[in-house]
């Protein structure tokens, strides 16, 4: 694996789209605290990009199955790297609204760059490489996200905004020039002579395979989970600085939680062959909402770092271990409408959770809000684990009577 060029060349446009994708970020936090005073206002603000993503979603599935995986990439890169023109138009007039445009081109670009990279790494690695890589994708993701909000952080005290969406942008770009020298084997010949029946397919095509495929589908609806808590992240990180009167506690909990995620995504390869990936799963969905409950104690400094500890090594443990089973159990000729529906999922769960979690921080505050969503997502882990023993015993009910009839 790690003499494959088109390895390289991925990894590389990650962690430097990475850099651009956290500079923007925390330029995003930095414009909306001072512009939108309610988190309520802030989590509609961001609603609205994930709604347009969502809207796009089934036409950039059809198109990641029917085009080169590398056009599409090239195409959602141009997109991302162009929108950011409107966010420096938003600093230099101060409008909330051409931030909402550059937020919508973002999610655009995102909902067709996501799905063709995903349906793109079974492409350039064998199978049995495919939970290293995921993982060390993720990693180097990670990895860019704690330089990435470090060097924000830092550069937000030297130099004015617009500029710090400038190395956006050249960030962008160079995931561009990069994504050029991919050189993905995506079977041209085979290719075209299936054109005529993907072209005759729909978007919904993708719902039966996911059904027929019990582990995919259970899969599927553990990812919300960790979306819980994903959803209004930012949020909960600008609620946790200002409880605790600090601005560093910012940057130590995307630290903590991205070395977290960094060792989890490691520590996975190597107990992968030792446990099942549900076992896998359910564990890390379980310290997810400890991790939640955890931040009741959010004006605790060191407690508040452990939450983030925790949640990190799970959804390191979890996300790759997701991603290899959907790449492996989902048939390739549907991997773009796969990974466009998982996306639009995701959008749709950030979405309710965003909106959701900037009420609840009016209303009630962050550390009940954190306790309420720690004990849905215990029961809802419990709730698929009841489900999913059921269903093997029925398997293996079946399997006994195959037998003994056999």
Known sequence: MWRNRNVWILLTGEFIAGLGLWLGI???????????????????????????????????GRLTDQMSKKTVMLMAGFVRAFSVIFMLIAIATGSIWWMAVFLVLVQISAAFYFPALQAALPLIVADKDLLQLNGVHMNVSTLSRIIGTAVAGILL???????????????????????????????????T???????????????????GLPIVFMTLLMTLIPTIFLGGFNLMVINISEIQDSSAIK?????????????????IKQISFKLSPYIILFTSAIIIGIA?????????????????????FSVGCFFPTA??????????????????????????TFQVVLLFTGFLLDLIGLQLMCVLFGIISIIMTA???????????????NSTKASSNG
């Open 26 to 60: 925390i330029g995003n936090l930095e414009f909306m605290q001072e512009k939108l005073p309610s988190d309520f206002f802030k989590s509609l603000l961001l609603a609205g990009g994930l709604l347009a993503g969502i809207a796009v979603g089934p036409s950039a």
């Open 193 to 211: 002579a299936m054109q005529s029946t993907l072209e005759k397919t729909s978007f919904k095509d993708v719902f039966p395979i996911i059904k």
């Open 383 to 397: 709730l698929f684990f009841i489900k999913h023993n059921r269903h093997r015993a029925v398997e293996q009910n």
């Open 323 to 348: 991603s290899t089973i959907f790449q492996t159990k989902v048939p390739k000729d549907f991997h773009g409408r796969f990974f466009s529906f998982r996306n639009m999922l995701d959008r749709i």
């Open 292 to 312: 939640q409950m955890l931040l009741y104690f959010a004006y605790m400094p060191l407690l508040t770092i452990l939450a983030f500890l925790f949640f990190g």
């Open 157 to 191: 005290v030297i130099i004015p905004l617009s500029l710090l969406y400038v190395g956006s942008l050249v960030a962008y770009f160079g995931l561009f020039i990069l994504t050029w020298f991919l050189q993905i084997d995506e079977k041209p010949g085979i290719k």
């Open 251 to 267: 940057g130590w909990i995307y630290t903590a939680e991205g070395l977290a995620f960094m060792l989890g995504a490691f520590f």
